[in-house]
């Protein structure tokens, strides 16, 4: 890095040599100041954010699987569509369940009538054990004979119950509200039931509101941990935490949420916890699978240092910022920098209150002790201060149409030669 900059120093100085013309007499001349613009480092209390990457996740989902077989009939929705929750979505052909349900009920009216013929006998069989014309053993049987009857009702009513259900399966309702998806079958073709390996007719996804899920990595997990011990910041299992979202066509995190599930333990594998916010959705415009950046309260407000981002360069591992020194002279500084807040960059090491960071013409300077000539612009708006008037970047080109003031001075002394020898002619 020594050689660098030694290196870039002689560059500095061979073309200020060159453009003043200047020969051997001038190779003690200092290099002209760098024209930068520089921009107080700002302190203030601010709230810290930490992001994760996560996806959009319905908090209900549902596959439609019918509970009995049969052959579907009718597809009741259009495929996508929005539904209701009992609505009807598929209806297979109930024949052959109309005709279970009837026998059934026949069977509980048949099982009805032997029940009130073994009451009747039990009666007479009483009547005679009271006037001594008839035996115990008589009316001991017609006693069973009712219980049993009255067994065979409960048993005929259930399977009338049962294929009463069986009947009332073959429409297949929505039991969520949602977004329906395709049709998987189409009426005409057999589908299975419970019992066989339920068919897959479609799914249903609730829609407002979703889940974004992200996960943290331990240190995360073990800092949220401690902040929350010191009363720092309230842990998302105790406390609804806000968190604010952005999709991948969005700027910023326009979206807010709320914490609402963290998991119980660490994967392994991984080495991270899965976490669960919720989002409201009335406009749809959050779809499941969806990629989704999301912030989450990192700490509450506290004091802290602020930079711009185009401020900070980076050489290898390590990002440095060139301050104003006491001499008015460029100065390195290695910095520790953090989360992103409100559009500028925590510095959590290296600069102090008041330390004056070069944020425009960065690339102008070569060397710690490089003379600058500043201009103060303010950090939140590093780019709205007024044309350079020494060093041009070198991105910058001039106008094409504009000429070298010598030649152009020549010219027009050539002009004005030529117009004095027609007038004396």
Same mark, same amino acid.
């Given at each position: 890095?020594?050689?660098?900059?030694?290196?870039?120093?002689?560059?500095?100085?061979?073309?200020?040599?060159?453009?003043?013309?200047?020969?051997?007499?001038?190779?003690?001349?200092?290099?002209?100041?760098?024209?930068?613009?520089?921009?107080?480092?700002?302190?203030?209390?601010?709230?810290?954010?930490?992001?994760?990457?996560?996806?959009?996740?319905?908090?209900?989902?549902?596959?439609?699987?019918?509970?009995?077989?049969?052959?579907?009939?009718?597809?009741?929705?259009?495929?996508?569509?929005?539904?209701?929750?009992?609505?009807?979505?598929?209806?297979?052909?109930?024949?052959?369940?109309?005709?279970?349900?009837?026998?059934?009920?026949?069977?509980? &009216? +048949?099982?009805?009538? #032997? /029940?009130? =013929? !073994?009451? %009747?006998?039990?009666?007479?069989?009483?009547?005679?054990?009271?006037?001594?014309?008839?035996?115990?053993?008589?009316?001991?049987?017609?006693?069973?004979?009712?219980?049993?009857?009255?067994?065979?009702?409960?048993?005929?009513?259930?399977?009338?119950?049962?294929?009463?259900?069986?009947?009332?399966?073959?429409?297949?309702?929505?039991?969520?509200?949602?977004?329906?998806?395709?049709?998987?079958?189409?009426?005409?073709?057999?589908?299975?039931?419970?019992?066989?390996?339920?068919?897959?007719?479609?799914?249903?996804?609730?829609?407002?509101?979703?889940?974004?899920?992200?996960?943290?990595?331990?240190?995360?997990?073990?800092?949220?941990?401690?902040?929350?011990?010191?009363?720092?910041?309230?842990?998302?299992?105790? &406390? +609804?935490?806000?968190? #604010? /979202?952005? =999709? !991948?066509? %969005?700027?910023?995190?326009?979206?807010?949420?709320?914490?609402?599930?963290?998991?119980?333990?660490?994967?392994?594998?991984?080495?991270?916890?899965?976490?669960?916010?919720?989002?409201?959705?009335?406009?749809?415009?959050?779809?499941?699978?969806?990629?989704?950046?999301?912030?989450?309260?990192?700490?509450?407000?506290?004091?802290?240092?602020?930079?711009?981002?185009?401020?900070?360069?980076?050489?290898?591992?390590?990002?440095?910022?060139?301050?104003?020194?006491?001499?008015?002279?460029?100065?390195?500084?290695?910095?520790?920098?953090?989360?992103?807040?409100?559009?500028?960059?925590?510095?959590?090491?290296?600069?102090?209150?008041?330390?004056?960071?070069?944020?425009?013409?960065?690339?102008?300077?070569?060397?710690?002790?490089?003379?600058?000539?500043?201009?103060?612009?303010?950090?939140?708006?590093?780019?709205?201060?007024?044309?350079?008037?020494?060093?041009?970047?070198?991105?910058?080109?001039?106008?094409?149409?504009?000429?070298?003031?010598?030649?152009?001075?020549?010219?027009?002394?050539?002009?004005?030669?030529?117009?004095?020898?027609?007038?004396?002619?």
């Amino acid at each position: 890095m020594k050689k660098l900059y030694l290196w870039l120093a002689c560059a500095v100085f061979l073309a200020a040599c060159s453009r003043s013309g200047g020969g051997p007499e001038q190779a003690g001349q200092a290099p002209p100041p760098a024209d930068v613009s520089v921009a107080a480092v700002v302190q203030k209390a601010v709230t810290e954010w930490d992001e994760f990457n996560g996806r959009i996740e319905a908090i209900e989902s549902v596959e439609i699987r019918p509970r009995v077989g049969g052959v579907l009939e009718q597809v009741h929705f259009e495929d996508g569509a929005l539904v209701k929750r009992g609505e009807l979505l598929f209806t297979l052909d109930d024949r052959e369940y109309q005709a279970a349900f009837a026998s059934a009920r026949a069977n509980s &009216a +048949r099982a009805n009538s #032997r /029940v009130e =013929l !073994a009451q %009747e006998e039990l009666k007479r069989a009483e009547r005679l054990l009271e006037a001594k014309a008839g035996s115990r053993e008589e009316y001991e049987a017609r006693r069973a004979e009712l219980r049993q009857a009255q067994a065979d009702v409960q048993s005929a009513e259930a399977a009338q119950r049962q294929a009463e259900l069986n009947l009332e399966f073959t429409r297949i309702k929505s039991p969520i509200d949602g977004r329906a998806s395709m049709a998987m079958v189409r009426p005409g073709n057999l589908v299975m039931g419970m019992n066989a390996g339920a068919t897959l007719l479609t799914s249903v996804l609730s829609v407002d509101p979703v889940y974004v899920a992200f996960e943290g990595d331990e240190q995360i997990y073990l800092r949220y941990q401690t902040l929350a011990r010191e009363g720092q910041r309230p842990s998302s299992r105790a &406390a +609804r935490n806000p968190v #604010r /979202v952005g =999709l !991948a066509n %969005e700027s910023g995190f326009p979206h807010q949420g709320e914490m609402v599930f963290i998991d119980n333990q660490l994967n392994p594998q991984t080495g991270t916890i899965r976490a669960r916010a919720v989002l409201p959705n009335p406009d749809g415009a959050f779809t499941p699978g969806l990629f989704a950046r999301v912030q989450l309260l990192g700490a509450t407000t506290a004091s802290r240092l602020l930079i711009h981002d185009q401020a900070v360069l980076t050489d290898q591992d390590r990002r440095y910022v060139w301050i104003v020194g006491a001499q008015g002279q460029a100065e390195r500084r290695d910095v520790t920098l953090g989360v992103n807040v409100e559009g500028l960059r925590v510095v959590s090491s290296g600069l102090a209150a008041g330390d004056k960071v070069v944020v425009n013409g960065v690339r102008k300077v070569f060397f710690p002790g490089q003379p600058l000539k500043i201009t103060e612009v303010d950090m939140s708006l590093p780019n709205a201060q007024p044309p350079s008037a020494g060093i041009p970047p070198q991105d910058v080109k001039p106008p094409q149409d504009v000429k070298p003031s010598e030649p152009e001075s020549g010219a027009a002394d050539a002009g004005a030669t030529a117009n004095d020898a027609k007038a004396a002619g």
